[in-house]
């Protein structure tokens, strides 16, 4: 069975509907919550709501994606296996299994993870999709029916993510998903959606970066 690790840094605006989400998703058994609210008051309380979760803290103040990226990486190295990655301001809409999203991971060792397509966001999204806004940037994806491969970019909305990828360590800095990417395609690795073009298993429900604090 897999862990479910949570990045939240938001306190109650985003995370209940995240977490209560996860019931639509099956083969878990472990939720790891990492919080960078840098609130100890707000982490009781999660422990409260959440008994079962380990609530893991980034720091005693607010300290930012890519810290709070290096803690997911550790815990998900002392943990081993696949974990299933899951942000705050996410929600599964639609069952999903972990077997079925296990199952391409073992089958193709270049890949680095599996994520599920979220709706178009940003304003080239909406005009030609999440991955048509990909492709018009030159990225190719090739369709195997279950998933589509690609080098395009390694993401962090909700993901399963197999054990060989946290070999590789998280970058400092700004950007970070950016670098991650580079560091693994320049390792032979790629990533995958799961289901066809267009096809939206999660919904995201946050702000976009440049309205929010911190890096995320």
Known sequence: MTTVIALTNRKSLYLPDAIASLNNLTGWERLVIVDDSGDDAWRDELGWHYPDAEIVPVAQEPAGYTRAMHVVWFMARQTGGPIFFLEEDFTIDRPVSIADLKALLDADVTLAQVALQRQAWYRVEKSHGLIGAQKRRGHQFTDHGT????????????????ERTFTVDWPGGTWTEDAMTDRLTANGM?????GHDGDEYVTHHGRKRAESSHGY
């Open 147 to 162: 998933h589509l491969t690609h080098t395009a970019c390694f993401t962090g909305n909700p993901c399963l993510i197999p």
């Open 190 to 194: 790629r990533f995958a959606y799961f």
